[in-house]
């Protein structure tokens, strides 16, 4: 981490006194808003988007970049998997790696200073720069997924809706609740240090799946008929789930791909354009959880094996409203 725009050696996630994971929050939480007298407006070609192929919470961000369509609008770097003491680290000679086109930095720390030179925190991906100002806008996911999929609509390429106003308390309330027990869940049941911990956590986990299985019986997304933020929000943890979460983080109940509507809904968003390109499993497995390990072969999965949930409902049509 930095301490005052000094690289000191982070010692990796933190639990609390009762072993449980307690994750750190983010410090760069500004916002890029399509208003009058605002320092950070959206435009094209003026933010740049820093992520790694590993992490769940940098994918969620690049996923909706590219549903919004701004893959032309907003610019992309993506840092080396394998973290070691000097922490994310830019290496282009490597596939699916990038040097850092914005400010020609070797290590994402540098990146952080360059916004902040007195920063004291974790450095995180995904990060949100602005040319203009030549700083960090943000460094919060779900922030930067909302950013996208809502100040940007005059400039996305034929995007997605993926949070259209009269449904966005439920599809936060959605979010919400996959967040502290799926998304993040997984991490407390694999980063716990005392039974209780992981007790809890993994029981948080597998509750919440076995409810959107039975939610997903009836409904081809979370939020109804509409691919929505949620489904974007759920996608890179449910990916993740039997290739890595089921082995390196003891969430072994069972997998996801036992689940009767989990498991065709994850075939289903993963056939959707523009989410399998977003998936890069050899740097999520070999150099991002099993790092320096013997990867596990894993279950052989197939992902593109037809799904038949199209018969639920069209992507194309309206959402029902929430209750």
């Given at each position: 981490m930095l301490v005052d725009g000094d690289w000191k050696t982070d010692l990796g996630p933190y639990t609390d006194e009762s072993g449980a994971f307690d994750r750190a929050e983010t410090s760069f939480r500004d916002w890029i808003q399509d208003a009058p007298d605002t320092k950070f407006r959206p435009a094209a070609g003026r933010y740049h988007l820093y992520i790694a192929r590993n992490c769940p919470w940098a994918h969620g961000a690049a996923l909706t970049r590219r549903l919004a369509g701004l893959t032309d609008v907003v610019s992309m770097d993506i840092v080396d998997p394998w973290r070691e003491n000097e922490g994310w680290e830019f290496t282009p000679e490597k596939d699916g790696c990038t040097p850092d086109t914005v400010n020609g930095c070797d290590y994402l720390r540098d990146v952080y200073v360059a916004g902040d030179p007195e920063y004291t925190g974790r450095v995180t991906v995904p990060v949100i720069w602005d040319r203009e100002h030549e700083t960090i806008v943000n460094n919060e996911s779900i922030e930067i997924m909302r950013m996208?999929?809502?100040?940007?609509?005059?400039?996305?390429?034929?995007?997605?809706?993926?949070?259209?106003?009269?449904?966005?308390?439920?599809?936060?309330?959605?979010?919400?609740?996959?967040?502290?027990?799926?998304?993040?869940?997984?991490?407390?049941?694999?980063?716990?240090?005392?039974?209780?911990?992981?007790?809890?956590?993994?029981?948080?986990?597998?509750?919440?799946?076995?409810?959107?299985?039975?939610?997903?019986a009836d409904q081809r997304y979370l939020a109804g008929d509409r691919l929505t933020l949620a489904d974007v929000r759920l996608f890179p943890t449910l990916i993740r789930f039997d290739e890595c979460y089921h082995t390196a983080f003891k969430c072994n109940r069972q997998y996801l791909h036992q689940y009767d509507n989990l498991w065709p809904y994850l075939r289903d968003l993963y056939q959707t354009p523009g989410f399998a390109e977003t998936v890069r499993m050899e740097h999520i497995k070999d150099d991002g959880y099993y790092q320096g390990e013997i990867t596990p072969i894993g279950p052989g999965l197939d992902y593109g094996r037809s799904h038949d949930r199209d018969q639920l409902s069209s992507p194309n049509e309206t959402a029902s409203r929430p209750s």
């Open positions: 996208f999929a809502t100040e940007f609509a005059d400039y996305g390429d034929d995007g997605r809706e993926l949070y259209p106003e009269g449904y966005r308390e439920e599809i936060d309330r959605i979010i919400d609740s996959i967040y502290d027990s799926i998304n993040n869940g997984v991490y407390r049941a694999g980063f716990a240090e005392s039974q209780k911990a992981y007790d809890e956590a993994v029981t948080d986990v597998f509750d919440a799946l076995d409810y959107w299985d039975g939610v997903l």
